[in-house]
Each structure stands twice: as C-alpha cells, then as structure tokens.
C-alpha cells in the first residue's frame, strides 16, 4: 500500500487552495520508525531521517513489506514547505457528488462556485482535515497535463481512530462499505488486526475509491 495520508487539524477554506500555514509540527512515533535520532556534532543544516529536528517535514506511517514503518521526508532548515492541500476528485455529476460527500461522507462543503462560465468548483473536506478535495466541471486540463476519468481515481486513504464506528456511521448515512479487514498470513482477512493493520473500503457514486484506516490515535497525539 502507500504512503498513508494523515488527517491535520481542520480550519476554514474560502477558495480552492489553501493558504500556508507556517512551520509544521512533528510527528510522534509509530509502532516501527525508520532511521534514527540525530548524532552529537552533525552539522547545523544536517536533517537526518527519523531526527527530531525544527523544520522537517511531517512523518507518515506507510506499509512496508507486510509490516508498518515511519519515515519523514527531509529538508533543509529554512526550506520552503510543499503541503498538500487539495486532491481533484473526478465525477459525472456533480450535485450527485456534492450529496454524497456532504450529506453521506460528513465532508464539510467549503466552495460550491462558478469561478468563470460554464466552470463550477465543490471544494470538500474530510472532517479535522487540512487536505480538501476538488469537484469540478468544465475546468479545462492545464496545457501538458493529463486527466483522469470519473471512477478512475483510487487508493484515497483516511485514517480514523475507531475504525468500527465509522464503518456503523457511513453505513447509517447510506454508503456501501466493505467489512473490515486486515492484513494477515494468507493476505486480506475479516476483523480487526494490530495497530495500523485495520482497513475498510467503499467508492463514490463514479467508483473513485477510498481506503479507511484506523491509527492508534488522533494526529495531533502522535
């Protein structure tokens, strides 16, 4: 699997970019790390990986292997920050989609606006997420770039701290959900496994599909 997106606490948006929110705070640790802690006499400017260091860019958790490691991308102190803020999730119909992340996923609904005729932009956000996605129609691709179709898009991951309860709440909203399941000897098994190994699944009404996990604790704990 890949890296695994954490949520960041939520705050409000107006347009579809976020604006920086300055140094990012550090990560706790996970059940595994990566790397280890920085060496006595190593330069000012030297991050090294799984260091504690000002300026170094946030950890994840991340499937490795059959097992779950930490590792935190690096860079220099004083560098610029490279957020993700806002993931283009591609849809048919767009109030279909607004229904559905809204009312059946809990998105708060930030931006629904027609930014120029004939273009119209939903911008949504998980709950206690700084990471929205996009919901757009008529907006042209940028000159060189390629596009993805409708349902084409998968492996958006959540993470959840109570993976049954949020099974029971996007079941009670209407959305078909996978059982939860783990990764054991033989591969994908039913039930709940060790921390970090809980997993669910369902897509939106264009089959885009998303991975819930469930961490050991809230973000800001970790």
């Not at 957020?83 to 609904?109: M, N, Q, S, W």
């Not at 998980?126 to 349902?151: V, W, Y």
């Amino acid at each position: 699997m890949g890296a695994v997106p954490c949520a960041h606490p939520s705050r409000p948006s107006g347009t579809i970019a976020h604006t920086g929110s300055g140094e990012p705070t550090q990560h706790g640790r996970g059940p595994a790390r990566a790397g280890g802690t920085a060496h006595p006499g190593a330069a000012p400017t030297e991050v090294r990986e799984g260091a504690a260091q000002p300026g170094a860019a946030r950890a994840g958790c991340r499937f490795v292997g059959g097992g779950f490691a930490w590792g935190r991308g690096v860079r220099e102190r004083g560098g610029m920050n490279w957020t993700l803020e806002v993931v283009p999730v591609p849809v048919t119909d767009l109030d279909r989609a607004k229904e559905f992340y809204g009312e059946k996923c809990g998105f708060r609904i930030d931006l629904d606006t027609e930014v120029a005729p004939g273009i119209r932009i939903i911008q949504a956000t998980p709950p206690g997420s700084r990471c929205s996605i996009a919901l757009t129609s008529g907006m042209p691709p940028m000159p060189g770039t390629r596009t993805t179709p409708p349902g084409g898009l998968h492996g958006l991951q959540l993470c959840v701290t109570d993976i049954e309860a949020a099974r029971a709440e996007l079941v009670g909203r209407g959305v078909a959900v996978s059982p939860v399941r783990h990764v054991g000897a033989t591969g994908w098994e039913d039930g709940k496994g060790g921390t970090w190994n809980s997993f669910l699944a369902f897509e939106d009404p264009d089959g885009n599909g998303w991975v819930v996990q469930e961490a050991p604790s809230e973000l800001s704990e970790r």
